[in-house]
């Protein structure tokens, strides 16, 4: 079974400029993560779609970060314009549908973005 | 109050010895509890998960858990240097809610 696939693996752009990132989850998943990770703190959830539903975007800076998720499956994530504490690792993951073992959450490799 | 809390360490244990991770949370209708290993520049990868109060076992892993006490722990046994890394506690607080901690770092020495 394929795991979560995310691109680009690496990005350094400068502020004020825009970024995007890609997530492919696991086939079968309904429900798809997007963290922000900042080294030494545990991920932070961005959002969080069911199918193509929003569940919660409560911590989106919705001033300069943007998530679809299209047709239910893979997803993009972008950031216009970035800013320096933007730089972080902005990890996918996706889970089943339901109770129990289906809110086990798998991640992707993450993207790391600097920005300078 | 922070929701799920760890000791950030880094906890420190000789190789073979057992080495004790623990969580608390304060969110008492939550069901689902999970531990995730990450290793430096690496991406959390899911090692236990626990969903009934006591004990849950898997090789030299061991998850605790107490509703009660809102405590879930996870013990390695006979550590490895290979045990070195982060690990984060996850909580889910009801549908689709998941509280990450924000991980105990914890050396094993050769």
């Known amino acids: 079974e394929a ?10 752009i400068e502020k004020r400029q825009s970024v995007a990132f890609w997530c492919n989850p696991i086939s079968g998943h309904a ?13 932070k959830l961005l959002i969080q779609f069911q ?3 929003v569940v919660d975007d409560s911590q989106l800076p919705k001033d300069r970060f943007s998530a679809e998720r299209l047709k239910g499956v893979d997803s993009t994530l972008k950031i ?14 996706s889970s089943g549908y339901g109770t129990g073992d289906s809110y ?3 991640f992707g490799p993450g993207t790391r973005l600097t920005v300078t | 109050q922070k929701e799920v809390e760890q000791n950030s360490g880094p906890l420190s244990v000789p190789e073979g010895a057992i080495a004790s991770l623990n969580c608390t949370y304060s969110d008492r209708v939550s069901q689902s509890f999970f531990w995730y290993r990450q290793y430096s520049g690496k991406s959390p ?12 076992e898997d090789g030299r892993f061991t998850a605790q858990l107490n509703k009660a006490s809102q405590y879930v722990s996870l013990l390695i046994r006979d550590s490895q240097p290979s045990d070195s890394a982060t690990y984060l506690c ?3 607080t009801g549908g689709f809610k998941t509280i990450f901690g924000a991980g105990t770092r914890l050396f094993v020495k050769a």
């Open chain 1, 3 to 12: 795991g979560v696939a995310q691109s680009p693996r690496y990005k350094i």
């Open chain 1, 31 to 43: 429900t798809l993560y997007w963290y922000q990770q900042i080294l030494g703190q545990g991920p």
């Open chain 1, 51 to 53: 199918n193509n539903g």
């Open chain 1, 80 to 93: 216009q314009p970035a800013k320096l504490e933007d730089s972080a690792v902005y990890l996918c993951a």
């Open chain 1, 104 to 106: 086990e959450q798998y």
């Open chain 2, 45 to 56: 990868e899911l090692i236990m998960s626990i969903y009934s109060n006591g004990d849950k």
């Open chain 2, 90 to 92: 996850a909580v889910n």
